[in-house]
């Protein structure tokens, strides 16, 4: 019953497509004021709503969008961001790549290149990149949440030993 309410709270405020207020929120559902308070002061805690402006009015959260977008396949992601890269590209006359973080791992899945043909550029390739290994993975770092960052800068869930090298470390600075 508990993630029931939740949930209902998460689509409220996801099919509102604006920053909800928890009187609206509550108006919505039909749970006493308390309950939904401490409802979305759950879904706040947990990233998957936030305040953008500081008020009692909620949008959801980037952790939720996050989870979200995880669970498109690189088809879908591709799709939606390859319009944009392509626009990137050409107005920046460089080369601009997508890339996902997957098991420990990051993996560039696309990449748009300038169109001009007098104008050289760097491909870097598709596929995986350990996190010590590319830009495209100190960005990810970057944005992540600290937890994240420091199970990056521990080495801890690494991949497989012959993928990471062994004398590079890590610091907050470097991410």
Same mark, same amino acid.
């Given at each position: 019953?508990?993630?029931?309410?939740?949930?209902?709270?998460?689509? =409220?405020?996801?099919?509102?497509?604006?920053?909800?207020?928890?009187?609206? =929120?509550?108006?919505?559902?039909?749970?006493?004021?308390?309950?939904?308070?401490?409802?979305?002061?759950?879904?706040?805690?947990?990233?998957?709503?936030?305040?953008?402006?500081?008020?009692?009015?909620?949008?959801?959260?980037?952790?939720?969008?996050?989870?979200?977008?995880?669970?498109?396949?690189?088809?879908?992601?591709?799709?939606?961001?390859?319009?944009?890269?392509?626009?990137?590209?050409?107005?920046?006359?460089?080369?601009?790549?997508?890339?996902?973080?997957?098991?420990?791992?990051?993996? =560039? =899945?696309?990449?748009?290149?300038?169109?001009?043909?007098?104008?050289?550029?760097?491909?870097?390739?598709?596929?995986?990149?350990?996190?010590?290994?590319?830009?495209?993975?100190?960005?990810?770092?970057?944005?992540?949440?600290?937890?994240?960052?420091?199970?990056?800068?521990?080495?801890?869930?690494?991949?497989?030993?012959?993928?990471?090298?062994?004398?590079?470390?890590?610091?907050?600075?470097?991410?």
């Amino acid at each position: 019953m508990h993630l029931d309410r939740l949930i209902t709270i998460l689509e =409220i405020v996801a099919v509102a497509g604006r920053p909800v207020s928890t009187t609206e =929120i509550q108006k919505a559902t039909g749970l006493p004021k308390p309950t939904c308070y401490r409802l979305i002061q759950t879904l706040q805690d947990q990233g998957l709503v936030e305040a953008p402006s500081g008020g009692g009015r909620v949008v959801i959260g980037e952790r939720l969008i996050r989870i979200a977008l995880l669970g498109k396949s690189d088809v879908d992601v591709r799709k939606a961001a390859g319009p944009l890269l392509k626009s990137a590209a050409s107005h920046f006359r460089e080369t601009v790549f997508l890339a996902r973080f997957r098991n420990s791992q990051v993996e =560039i =899945i696309h990449a748009e290149t300038p169109e001009d043909p007098a104008r050289a550029f760097v491909h870097p390739g598709l596929g995986v990149r350990p996190m010590h290994a590319c830009s495209c993975s100190k960005a990810i770092a970057a944005f992540a949440e600290l937890e994240f960052q420091d199970k990056i800068i521990s080495g801890s869930g690494n991949p497989p030993e012959n993928q990471w090298c062994s004398k590079v470390e890590f610091s907050r600075q470097d991410i």
